[in-house]
């Protein structure tokens, strides 16, 4: 299996990688962090032979859906006592259940 080492030959593990990340650019190539403050590591796997499809998706909905009323009460009692930072607040304030 190509995934089981990283390329300085260490062993992945996978069950406490916090961060992953892949570029549509090389999908064979899996860029991964132990942790936030981590280095990055790298996983390629040579033999992956991708087919990079790209598909025009229609939009499901014209408008946001709106929250359920007891999400839009908390949201504005976050607003009330301060807790959404200033550059969010803008967002929760416009909120509505229309």
Excluded at 31 to 48: D, T
Aim: net charge positive.
């Amino acid at each position: 299996m190509y995934w089981d080492k990283d390329t300085d030959g260490a062993r992945v593990m996978w069950s406490t990688v916090k961060e992953v990340r892949v570029t549509h650019r090389d999908p064979a190539i899996i860029y991964f962090r132990y942790g936030s403050k981590q280095e990055e590591k790298i996983v390629v796997n040579p033999e992956a032979d991708f087919d990079l499809v790209l598909y025009d998706l229609e939009r499901a909905y014209d408008k946001p859906l709106p929250p359920a009323l007891k999400k839009l009460k908390d949201f504005k009692m976050f607003l009330k006592k301060k807790i959404v930072p200033h550059r969010f607040r803008p967002f929760y304030e416009n909120l509505t259940r229309e």
